[in-house]
């Protein structure tokens, strides 16, 4: 191997069928883990000189915005756009860099994977605000630049899945939403316009999956690329659907 030279080693394959296999890329300054599977890509030839069917991956905006490119980069979750390889190789003094899918979602082939399900959660907590008929009632209550700066950091969830692959509670079989579709529920709830639903995104959340299946191990906002404050947003959710329960129960109006 040519001094300058680096290995992507790929967890690749099909549900049921995966295996590892290593190709030999040259280095260079800069070079994002994105970059060498576009390596991988014009030139499929794997380091056993056998041309192989190109490395399937999902990317969108490269700019760590949609998160679409998340995958286990060296066993640890994040985007693979903004994944530098000289960083990899120096941190661990090795030439070889591990890529493989997350585990916690379906498979769909090599490091592509399916975030379906939380965009169903989101769908299951309200995760959005209603628009229609806002514009004839004029501008509602301002909003604090304390409550603003949360609302910001909340809303730079890329639905990454990130957190989804950290936390022990999630699994194939578990019906937790997880902790960002918690955290949404929290920023739609912040805004004066989607407070007025929020008792839509409280009452899943006191099901099956909803909060109560939080562990609190606090893996999600280790590994949030967004720096996400997903435990205070538990903490916040769980106070809210506790008085939303009593309110409940004693019929209290909202
Ligand atoms: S909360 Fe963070 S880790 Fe989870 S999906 Fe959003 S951006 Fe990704
Ligand atoms: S704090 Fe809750 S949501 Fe976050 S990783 Fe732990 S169990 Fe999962
Ligand atoms: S391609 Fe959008 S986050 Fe990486």
């Known amino acids: 191997m040519e001094e300058k030279n680096y290995i992507l080693k790929i967890y690749r394959g099909t549900p049921g069928d995966q295996y590892w296999e290593e190709f030999e890329l040259p280095r260079w300054e800069g070079e994002t883990v994105i970059c060498g599977l576009m390596e991988i890509q014009k030139s499929p030839v794997n ?82 605000i209603e628009t229609e008929g806002s514009r004839e009632m004029g501008f509602g209550p301002l909003v604090s630049q304390g409550e603003q700066e949360v609302m910001y950091s909340l809303a730079t969830c890329m639905t990454c899945g990130c957190c989804t692959e950290g936390c022990p509670q999630m699994n194939k079989k578990s019906e937790f939403v997880g902790p960002a579709t918690i955290s949404q529920a929290r920023l739609f709830n912040a805004h004066p316009t989607g407070k007025m639903q929020r008792k839509d995104r409280l009452r899943p959340l006191m099901e099956e999956g909803g909060i109560s299946e939080c562990g609190n191990s606090q893996n999600c906002v280790e590994v949030c690329p967004k720096n996400i404050p997903l435990t205070d947003s538990i903490a916040v959710i769980g106070r809210e659907v506790t008085l939303q329960s009593f309110r409940d129960l004693f019929t209290f109006s909202d």
């Open 47 to 128: 380091r056993q000189g056998k041309r192989v069917e190109p490395v399937v991956w999902e990317q969108g905006c490269l700019e760590e915005v949609c998160g679409s490119c998340s995958m286990l980069v060296n066993g640890y979750p994040r985007q693979s756009c903004t994944a530098l390889i000289e960083n990899y190789i120096r941190d661990t003094g090795s030439n070889v860099v591990t890529l493989a899918p997350f585990t916690k979602f379906p498979l769909i082939r090599d490091l592509m994977i399916d975030r379906s399900q939380m965009f169903e959660s989101l769908k299951e907590v309200h995760g959005w």
